[in-house]
C-alpha cells in the first residue's frame, strides 16, 4: 500500500458526461500528479500540482481540468467524455516538487 | 514523440532465470530513472531508480545498468520467481524541466514460468 487513496476504484458513465475523479496523497506529500493509462498510449503525464499550485503540464486536453485543494488532496474533472477517454487514471504523489513518486492504485474509467 | 523506448514487449522466462528489460532515451536532459512494477489492477510501484553518475545499481535480485553515452539502461531481474510475474515500466525526468513528469516506456510483461 502505497498511502496514496483514489476514488471511485471504476467508473462507468456515458459519452458527453463529466466526472470527477478524486486523490488523497501520501501523508506529508505536497505533491500530486495524475496519469493516464491507455492501451495503445501506455502511461501518459496529464498535470502536477505542488502545495495548490500547478506545477507542470503534460498532454491534458482542454476538457480535462484538474486542481489542488488547502488540504492537499485533488480532483481530477473530466467533461464531455469520449470513448477514447476510457482508461485509468493514476494519481501519485511526492513529498516535494520533486523526488521519488508513489502510486495510487487508480480509478478505472470506462466511457459507454 | 516518443522519449523512452523499452523492448522487449513482453517475455517469458524459467524460475531461476534471468530477466532483462532494455530501455533507450533521447532527451539527454533526462537524469532520474526510475523503474516501475505494476501487477494487474494495481498501480505501478517503485522497484529501483538511478542517477547517471553512477553505471550500476543493485538491490537484492534487481540491478539497474546504466550506459550515459548510448543512453541506455536496463533492468536485471536475478534468480526470477512466479511472483516476479508483472509488467515492468521504465520512467525518466529532468531536474531541468519545470515540474516532475516522469515519461514512461511503454512496458514490459514478464511471466516467470515455475
Known amino acids: 500500500d502505497s498511502g496514496v487513496t483514489q476514488t471511485p476504484k471504476h467508473l462507468i458513465t456515458a459519452t458527453g458526461q463529466r466526472v470527477t475523479l478524486r486523490c488523497s496523497p501520501r501523508s506529508g506529500d505536497l505533491s500530486v500528479y495524475w496519469y493516464q493509462q491507455s492501451l495503445d498510449q501506455g502511461l501518459q503525464f496529464l498535470i502536477q500540482?505542488?502545495?495548490?499550485?500547478?506545477?507542470a503540464k503534460g498532454n491534458i486536453l482542454e476538457r480535462f481540468s484538474a486542481q489542488q485543494f488547502p488540504d492537499l488532496h485533488s480532483e481530477l474533472n473530466l467533461s464531455s467524455l469520449e470513448l477514447g477517454d476510457s482508461a485509468l487514471y493514476f494519481c501519485?504523489?511526492?513529498?516535494?516538487?520533486?523526488?521519488?513518486?508513489?502510486f495510487g492504485p487508480g480509478t478505472r474509467l470506462l466511457v459507454l | 514523440q516518443q522519449q523512452v523506448k523499452q523492448s522487449p514487449q513482453s517475455l517469458i522466462v524459467q524460475k531461476g532465470g534471468i530477466s532483462i528489460i532494455n530501455c533507450a532515451y533521447e532527451n539527454t536532459a533526462f537524469d532520474y530513472f526510475p523503474w516501475y512494477q505494476q501487477f494487474p489492477g494495481k498501480g505501478p510501484a517503485l522497484l529501483i531508480a538511478?542517477?547517471?553518475?553512477?553505471s550500476e545499481k543493485k538491490e537484492g535480485r534487481f540491478t539497474i545498468s546504466f550506459n550515459k553515452s548510448a543512453k541506455q539502461f536496463s533492468l536485471h531481474i536475478m534468480d526470477s520467481q512466479p511472483g516476479d510475474s508483472a509488467t515492468y515500466f521504465c520512467a525518466a525526468s529532468s531536474s531541468k524541466a519545470a515540474g516532475n513528469k516522469l515519461t514512461f516506456g511503454g512496458g514490459t510483461r514478464v511471466l516467470v514460468k515455475p
Open positions: 501519485a504523489s511526492s513529498q516535494e516538487g520533486r523526488g521519488t513518486q508513489y
Open positions: 538511478i542517477r547517471p553518475d553512477v
Open positions: 500540482y505542488y502545495n495548490g499550485e500547478e506545477r
